[in-house]
């Protein structure tokens, strides 16, 4: 009984420190910032680097074609090497009605050996779209609803070098209502928006689906070959940004919706383990630390709350259940971002169980020499090929 009353308050300490200490990181308030209307509207190029996107281009690319900017904006499509006629479809939907932006159409052929196939994208996109202002990096599986381009840079103005939006993600089929709300939990748990926000505050993330960004920033920060082998591109650049003096700033979007879809929880687990043991840089250590950790914070609440109901007394039975009551409170408001239901919430550790599992698996694919694939390519199982600057917190 002893044992388990120990154990309840640990958990619950872990939670209480949690809920008043890691940067309200279950809010979903932070939402795109206003500001005023800029004197003069900064020239911008959307760079959309796109590897075999032909089935999603359609839903998509004419939401970017048909943004209403004030200034000048053209959009880049860097077509890496597909094989399913994405340029020359990207091409047909440019001349559709209702385009207003300009759309070039690119190639920049096999990355360099040291590069991963979309940083080298990007850096392409980048060279073509010149001495523009703004670059807005933004993936092929994106829509962008009227106004989105306008209101990001508006944000940018308002004293930003780079302002990234988490774009909502498709909660279409169970899996993803299970599997997607966490997801975005988790990052959020992980690199905190409020943090990642203060200027002072060592912690940088961003989301690579929608990405907008000053030139002269990413000049000054060395450019995107400073991170051309990071496999967590995003998340890279931005501390990159930030540790160059600019101002970052992240959160979760309303015109900004992904359109892929992941309707098998195979789907689901290979996007997430083919990059979990890469945010772990490769470590055995950390992720003995990331499994322990996962098991402590999300399992130990029900762990200790069913040992008190079946013997461990009443003191760890309190415990354990209001260390589960305060994760399940701190997840409520992002099931309630994805419309889905709040009572769903206490089930949050049968899908940190999961996480466990993936991110279990993919060190087991990358100690095995699997190494992380995407669409016909392979990078190396090794710590030297992410090339990511080193964790900021």
């Known amino acids: ?207 690579g689906g929608c990405v907008l960004l000053r030139r002269a920033t990413l000049e000054r920060a060395g450019g995107l070959s400073a991170i051309r082998g990071a496999l967590i591109d995003d998340v890279a650049l931005a501390r990159l940004v930030k540790r160059a003096g600019g101002a970052v700033w992240l959160g979760l979007a309303g015109k900004v919706r992904s359109v892929r879809s992941y309707p098998r929880l195979r789907d689901l687990w290979h996007m997430i383990s083919r990059s979990a043991y890469t945010q772990l840089r490769h470590s055995p250590t950390l992720l003995a630390a990331t499994v322990l950790g996962l098991a402590l914070v999300f399992l130990g609440p029900p762990a200790v709350t069913i040992a008190g109901l079946t013997g461990g007394g009443p003191a760890a039975l309190l415990l354990g259940a209001a260390a589960w009551a305060i994760m399940a409170g701190t997840f409520a408001p992002m099931l309630g971002y994805y419309g889905q239901p709040r009572a769903a919430a206490p089930l949050l550790p049968a899908t940190a169980a999961l996480y466990l599992l993936m991110t279990l698996d993919s060190a087991r694919r990358h100690r095995y020499g699997h190494g992380t694939s995407w669409k016909g390519r392979t990078y190396p199982a090794t710590r030297s090929s992410a090339r990511e600057p080193d964790s900021s917190e």
């Not at 959020?188 to 002072?200: D, E, G, I």
Request: glycine share 10%.
């Open 1 to 207: 009984m002893i044992g388990w009353e120990i154990a309840g308050g640990v958990v619950l300490t872990v939670w209480l420190w949690l809920l008043t200490c890691r940067g309200r990181f279950w809010s979903t308030a932070p939402r795109l910032p206003g500001g005023t209307e800029p004197d003069h509207w900064p020239s911008v190029a959307v760079v959309i680097p796109a590897r075999r996107e032909a089935d999603v281009l359609p839903r998509t690319l004419p939401s970017v074609l048909a943004q209403h900017y004030p200034g000048r904006a053209r959009v880049i499509l860097v077509d890496d090497g597909s094989d399913d006629g994405t340029g020359e479809l990207a091409e047909s939907l440019a001349r559709a009605p209702g385009a207003e932006l300009p759309l070039t159409v690119t190639s920049p052929g096999a990355p360099p050996p040291g590069w991963t196939g979309k940083t080298r994208a990007l850096a392409h996109g980048v060279v073509e779209a010149g001495r523009v202002d703004r670059l807005l990096f933004t993936d092929a599986d994106i829509a962008h609803a009227p106004g989105s381009l306008t209101e990001l840079v508006r944000a940018c103005e308002s004293g930003y070098d780079l302002v990234s939006q988490m774009a909502v993600l498709r909660t279409g089929t169970r899996w993803e209502r299970l599997i997607v709300p966490a997801f975005v939990y988790f990052f959020a748990m992980l690199f905190p928006f409020r943090l990642v926000n203060r200027t002072a505050h060592r912690t940088a993330a961003a989301a």
